[in-house]
Nanobody
């Protein structure tokens, strides 16, 4: 069983920054790819970013490239999403997810999920 707990969401003005954290309760954390998804009201869940086992391979959806950075610290069993230059359209519930297959670029590969954290960007 893998448990994921997100933190770091909140309310921020447009142009501001937030850093989301995801703590994973699994000693074999480094065998999981990690990703971040988001879901805005009335919209489908969107795959935002993914990172491979050792952090050298990453994926970003086009709308966040250059603004968001995904990272991980295997020693701390944690993953992060640094979000800069935030826009009102980034407002959503953000979910951390883990892929036991290690496939960081494939949304359907993610099989463990956190409970989500709200990010609200005001204009």
């Amino acid at each position: 069983q893998v448990q994921l707990v997100e933190s770091g969401g909140g309310l921020v003005q447009a142009g501001g920054s937030l850093r989301l954290s995801c703590a994973v309760s699994r000693r074999t954390f480094n065998s999981y790819a990690m990703g971040w998804f988001r879901q805005a009201p009335g919209k489908e869940r969107e795959f935002v970013a993914g990172i491979g086992w050792y952090g050298s391979s990453t994926y970003y959806v086009d709308s966040v490239k250059g603004r968001f950075t995904i990272s991980r610290d295997n020693a701390k069993n944690s993953a992060y999403l640094q979000m800069n230059s935030l826009k009102p359209e980034d407002t959503a519930v953000y979910y951390c997810a883990a892929a036991s297959s290690g496939s960081y670029r494939t949304p359907n590969a993610y099989d463990y999920w956190g409970q989500g954290t709200q990010v609200t960007v005001s204009s």
